[in-house]
């Protein structure tokens, strides 16, 4: 079955505790992508990547890192958390080159930063 | 370059129709637009490009008119399974590689 895969689902952690939030992907999509949604904000783009190697900003990158070594996985780094960081969040892929290709979603991570 | 949705919210009793309006400051190319269940992910429901085109799926379908950058979902003889929370986006690649969506228009169909 295609899908796009995060771990954990639901995340309680202390300011200040490194943690990383898996994206995995069995669809060989180039292109991946992290969102968090808060209410009355939407979903707003962390980082994206075109494809291995390759990571740019999004809207709101400060706070996180992000990695893209394998074309499957791209995990979302919080080095020092901090409780406005403390949202849910999207892992996203999609095939690039097209324009049309739609955005298929994890099924989301839900972070709670005491 | 968040694009802008109107209303935020709107309740309708089942059988009514419902338009959500998605605006641009910026120039588009593309036009997405995802329904969201409390707590799930978006899921996706069509993509317009450029042209004025219209699609439909279902009772569902939208319009897009990139002169005046805005694209609207029109929701006809809505069902209890359209409640939830719609979301437009841009994308690539006049935002270069950049997606951004809107604060979202939640949308509650009553009996």
């Known amino acids: 079955e295609a899908q796009v895969t995060q771990n954990p689902r639901y995340l309680i952690t202390v300011t200040g505790k490194k943690l990383t939030v898996t994206c995995s992907q069995n669809m060989n999509h180039e292109y991946m992508s992290w969102y968090r949604q808060d209410p009355g904000l939407g979903l707003r783009q962390i980082y994206y990547?075109?494809?291995?190697?390759?990571?740019d900003k999004g809207d709101v990158p400060e706070g996180y890192k992000v990695s893209r070594k394998e074309k499957r996985n791209f995990p979302l780094i919080l080095e020092s958390p901090s409780p406005n960081q403390t949202s849910l969040y999207f892992c996203?892929?999609?095939?690039?080159?097209?324009?049309?290709?739609?955005?298929?979603f994890g099924p989301g991570t839900r972070l709670l930063v005491l | 370059q968040q694009p802008v949705q109107s209303p935020q919210a709107v309740i309708l009793r089942e059988g009514e129709d419902a338009v959500i309006n998605c605006s641009s400051s910026?120039?588009?190319?593309?036009v997405h637009w995802y329904r969201q269940k409390h707590g799930e992910a978006p899921v996706f429901l069509m993509i317009?490009?450029?042209?004025?085109e219209q699609k439909g799926h279902d009772k569902i379908s939208a319009s897009f008119n990139e002169k005046k950058q805005q694209s609207s979902l029109y929701l006809t003889a809505s069902q209890l399974s359209y409640s939830g929370t719609y979301f437009c986006?841009?994308?690539?690649?006049?935002?270069?590689?950049?997606?951004?969506f809107g604060t979202g228009t939640s949308l509650t169909v009553i009996p």
């Open positions: 317009l490009l450029k042209g004025g």
């Open positions: 990547s075109m494809n291995v190697e390759v990571t």
């Open positions: 910026k120039a588009l190319y593309s």
């Open positions: 986006g841009t994308g690539p690649p006049v935002t270069g590689n950049q997606f951004y």
């Open positions: 996203a892929s999609k095939r690039t080159g097209w324009v049309e290709e739609t955005q298929y």
